[in-house]
């Protein structure tokens, strides 16, 4: 029998086509970000099983991590976020960086996910961090960078912004509701999942945490509260640093599509303060597109150095569906300037002439490599969506001349070797 010829389940092949629009895409991005003065950094695809064990949630670690002992008898993971493998690496360095460190990366990451739209067991994620600073100035920096990253698809008008703060959830759950600590991870937890799970699951899950029912009451109305009545009922820090954000942004077009949201929780277990999520409008593609927020306690995990950072992973799946959706896709330039038709083999050390000059000046060049009929190489010209054919036939060879004939309009002309570097 046959081997299979798919690729493994929840994962895609990038054809040329689709390779060359997750460049373009991801060239956009870092093309953002870089203006805002981040630096790209990398890290290895495996790391040690414990450094996700130790913050990145349940759900991750014990459902989605891809995970396996090495010869060494070492438990190794597949990396399932960035975000572990920059605390360890900033961790490093933490005494020697310049503060505040701003870095991104653009890694593929894996987990054991149910393929459906928007989630897939590999996908790549552009993560952007910002370490350092002042921690409400720096909030307000992420969100109105991630707000540009889709301004720059012009897509603005499309998404929203939800924010919520992990201090003020704890200030509720905790202080206000009197849920232990480990009572509060699990509700919040639970408020996570509650789309996915729906409500008799999630009515299930407060009740095994004896959640009982005037808490669960407080916690609806929580959950219903508007910003205003909030800064009224529960004023406490996390809500000053709202406030702030909110009125830092007010500069920004970010603060139009800006939303106070109490049931953004964010699964992974080590945000501390700010966390957001930004959506689509469109009902077609419910996944949240980004997800970040701010963590105190990560960089302090590697050593007795602690260093506060913000930021945020931004998906290529739902980007794609998102862009796909609001017909915002960028147009991919024709990979190919130039091809080099073939009349005849003994011709092919003359052609390379050209297409050497041609690709000093830093045009594509593809050349035919068999004397096949003309009539079928320009078939293929059209099928590569090249601009220019060059022909090069005996009397030019002869004549030290070549032919070009741009495929767009038909024009064909004749000209000397010599007029080569002139083309543009
Ligand atoms: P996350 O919310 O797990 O956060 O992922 C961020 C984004 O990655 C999601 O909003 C989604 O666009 C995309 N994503 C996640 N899982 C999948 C999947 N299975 N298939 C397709 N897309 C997916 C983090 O990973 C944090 N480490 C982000 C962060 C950086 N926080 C601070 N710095």
Aim: charged share 25%; hydrophobic share 40%; glycine share 6%.
């Amino acid at each position: 029998m046959a081997l299979s010829n798919k690729p493994y389940k929840g994962t895609r092949d990038f054809f040329p086509p689709d390779m060359r629009i997750h460049n373009a895409i991801f060239s956009s991005l870092s093309k953002v970000v870089e203006n805002y003065g981040y630096e790209q950094y990398n890290g290895p695809m495996l790391e040690s099983f414990d450094l996700y064990a130790a913050k990145t949630g349940e759900e991750i670690v014990n459902a989605q991590l891809y995970h396996f002992e090495d010869r060494g008898k070492r438990r190794v993971a597949v990396r399932p976020e960035m975000t572990p493998t920059l605390a360890r690496m900033v961790s490093q360095q933490v005494q020697e960086l310049p503060k505040p460190i701003r870095w991104f990366s653009l890694p593929n990451l894996w987990r054991y996910e149910r393929p459906q739209r928007g989630r897939l067991r590999e996908h790549w994620q552009l993560n952007v961090d910002l370490l350092g600073g002042d921690t409400r100035l720096a909030d307000s920096e992420i969100l109105s960078l991630a707000f540009n990253l889709i301004s720059e698809f012009k897509g603005q008008e499309h998404i929203q912004i939800h924010i919520n703060h992990r201090g003020l959830v704890n200030f509720v759950f905790q202080d206000q509701l009197g849920l232990s600590a480990e009572q509060a991870l699990q509700v919040s937890k639970a408020v996570d999942a509650r789309p996915k799970i729906g409500e008799a699951a999630y009515e299930k899950w407060l009740s095994d945490q004896g959640v009982n029912s005037d808490q669960a009451i407080k916690l609806e109305a929580f959950f219903k509260s508007d910003f205003t009545s909030l800064c009224e009922n529960y004023p406490c820090e996390a809500i000053d640093d709202l406030k702030a954000i909110f009125k830092n942004l007010e500069c920004s077009e970010a603060h139009k599509v800006l939303i106070f949201d109490p049931m953004i929780m964010r699964g992974l277990d080590y945000y501390t303060g700010l966390v957001f999520e930004i959506f689509d409008t469109s009902p077609e593609n419910n996944r949240a597109m980004f997800g970040g927020g701010r963590y105190d306690n990560l960089i302090g995990l590697f050593g007795k150095h602690q260093l506060s950072g913000v930021g945020f992973g931004m998906g290529d799946v739902t980007l794609r569906n998102f862009l796909e959706t609001h017909k915002l896709m960028p147009a991919i330039q024709a990979p190919i300037d130039y091809f080099v038709a073939l009349t005849n083999k003994d011709y092919w050390s003359y052609s390379q002439q050209i297409c050497k000059v041609l690709r000093v000046k830093g045009h594509s060049v593809y050349e035919a490599l068999s004397d096949v009929k003309l009539a079928n190489q320009f078939k293929q010209a059209h099928k590569l969506n090249s601009k220019f054919v060059i022909i090069v036939g005996e009397d030019e060879v002869a004549q030290k001349q070549f032919q070009l004939k741009e495929l767009a309009t038909g024009e064909q002309k004749t000209y000397a070797l010599s007029e080569l570097e002139a083309l543009d």
